[in-house]
């Protein structure tokens, strides 16, 4: 493990295994010489020796040096690391690379490799590998070997799904290159761990459930309560009061030239600090791409340590608070217009208008979910007139089939793997958009932590500078001791946690 590049010495990862501590869960993962296998720091197994202890930032370092992972904890599970820096550009450029890789939608048709990653970071694929190395200790495509081997392992334990699927959703080129991959890297056959795990969740008809890890704090109540004061009938609803809090959501994905729709069942299991995902089986083909928009839409790979050395002191009370994303950037978008300049439940009635106007029907096992938001391709031939009678006014109405036909054409990525100042600029540069829209839209759909809608009302209020000559601009001032977090301030600042000095 790279000493100058890590928050915890070794030292310090032995008394997190010890303690079982799930903050520190993905952190690192620890190799046992003994054994030969890679755990997660939550792992139940008997805690081994310090002197028999490896540990690695990631579980790429810990199969690259031999070891194999654990088919207990299930290091697969375990929440991403992602970091966003304001240290030096090597560092910056080599994580930026990593998140690149495990972004999917990134590559659309194409598959990654060395030199198309090397042209979208606009380096060369020399340099890219240098500081990927010096940095991971591992190469790029190690790295999306190891990603794709535990997409696979996810799957093979916790679904039902063939083998041959498994092996081509995860990013295989063929069932040949998966089978030698996995024997060579786990020392046994897909068939043998899918015999050696326990019994998978859920027949056809009913669904893939799997789980997906987080580190604590995570206030689940406040998740859910943001997302229900924002629900729309027929195509969402949320339980936040009831034993297992959950989100309920149809939902609709284009992968590969064809478009998948069904639903998502997303409930919380807290006393392992795991969200429970269950899926139809209409979306079987793209799970890898569902569970990585749903990591994003509950923020489920923050790192609650790293945000709260900088934000706690400002919000002691808004340690487990998350940034809600998006399961669709395009209707983020297009709701985050509707909102321009009226109140939440004003923004609620006219999108509920619109799924009741231009959603189409799906089936789905609740009587509450009826309907999908409205296609790309739908909105942007609506015309003035059918918007207008939904109540909404010329200038969103610009914005919206804008945003629209952008996003149908292809021309507007608003995932997480997008460029964060290309896609702003982008934004801006259609009707109707200004930077509090294009900033709202970087903070839950493009992910970018450091996202600050300056000119928020809301914000103002918070911040108590609504009455100064230049309400924005003092609350940029203001935001500056909160870089790289912005985006997780303006959540606490929004919920009241803020503490003002004196």
């Known amino acids: 493990m790279d000493r100058e590049n ?31 296998i890679y755990c997660r720091p939550v792992c139940n197994v008997k805690t081994p020796k310090r002197e028999n202890c490896r540990f690695f930032h990631h579980a790429a370092q810990a199969e690259n040096a031999g070891f194999r992972p654990c088919l207990r904890c299930r290091p697969e599970l375990a929440p991403h690391s992602v970091v966003w820096s304001i240290q030096d550009a090597s560092y910056i450029l080599a994580h930026q690379a990593a998140r690149l890789l495990d972004e999917s939608e990134v590559w659309a048709e194409e598959g990654p490799s060395v030199e198309k990653l090397a042209a979208k970071l606009g380096v060369s694929d020399r340099h890219v590998r240098r500081i990927f190395e010096a940095q991971f200790g591992v190469s790029p495509m190690q790295y999306l070997q190891t990603h794709r081997l535990h997409t696979a392992k996810q799957l093979l334990a916790d679904t039902n799904l063939p083998i041959t699927q498994i092996a081509l959703i995860s990013g295989f080129a063929s069932v040949r290159r998966f089978n030698a991959a996995f024997v060579e890297h786990y020392k046994l056959n897909p068939t043998q761990l899918r015999r050696q795990g326990p019994a998978r969740v859920g027949e056809v008809g009913e669904g893939v459930t799997v789980r997906l890890g987080y580190r604590p704090p995570y206030d689940v109540q406040a998740m859910l309560a943001f997302f229900s004061k924002r629900c729309i009938s027929a195509i969402e609803f949320v339980t936040a009061e009831a034993a297992h809090p959950a989100l309920g959501r149809t939902f609709s994905i284009e992968s590969g030239g064809k478009l998948h729709a069904g639903w998502l069942l997303a409930s919380f299991d807290e006393s392992r600090s795991q969200l429970v995902l269950r899926v139809s089986d209409s979306l079987r083909e793209v799970l890898p791409l569902v569970i990585r928009r749903v990591r994003t839409t509950f923020d489920l790979d923050a790192d609650p340590a790293t945000i709260n050395s900088v934000l706690h002191a400002s919000f002691p009370e808004g340690d487990g608070l998350r940034v809600p994303g998006a399961l669709d950037g395009y209707e983020l978008a297009v709701r985050a217009v509707l909102g321009q300049q009226i109140t939440v439940a004003a923004a609620r009635t006219l999108a509920q208008r619109m799924v009741d106007r231009f959603g189409e029907p799906v089936e789905t096992p609740w009587p509450e979910l009826t309907r999908l938001f409205p296609a790309p391709a739908v909105l942007a031939a609506a015309s003035g007139d059918a918007l207008g009678q939904l109540g909404i006014v010329r200038q969103r109405q610009a914005a919206i089939v804008g945003i629209a036909q952008a996003v149908a054409d292809k021309r507007l990525q608003l995932h997480s793997g997008a460029d964060i100042s290309t896609t702003v600029a982008a934004l801006k540069a259609l009707p109707g958009i200004g930077d509090w829209t294009a900033q709202y839209i970087a903070m839950r759909a493009l992910r970018w932590p450091d996202a600050f809608p300056a000119g928020d009302v809301a914000l103002h209020k918070a911040l108590g500078v609504q009455d100064t000559k230049n309400p924005a601009k003092e609350a940029e001032k203001a935001s500056a001791a909160w870089k790289p977090w912005r985006s997780y301030a303006v959540i606490r600042a929004w919920s009241g946690t803020l503490e003002r000095p004196g």
């Open 6 to 36: 890590t928050s915890l010495a070794d030292d310090d990862c032995y008394l997190a295994l010890k303690a079982r501590d799930a903050r520190f869960d993905g952190s690192f993962f620890t190799g046992v010489t003994s054994t030969g």
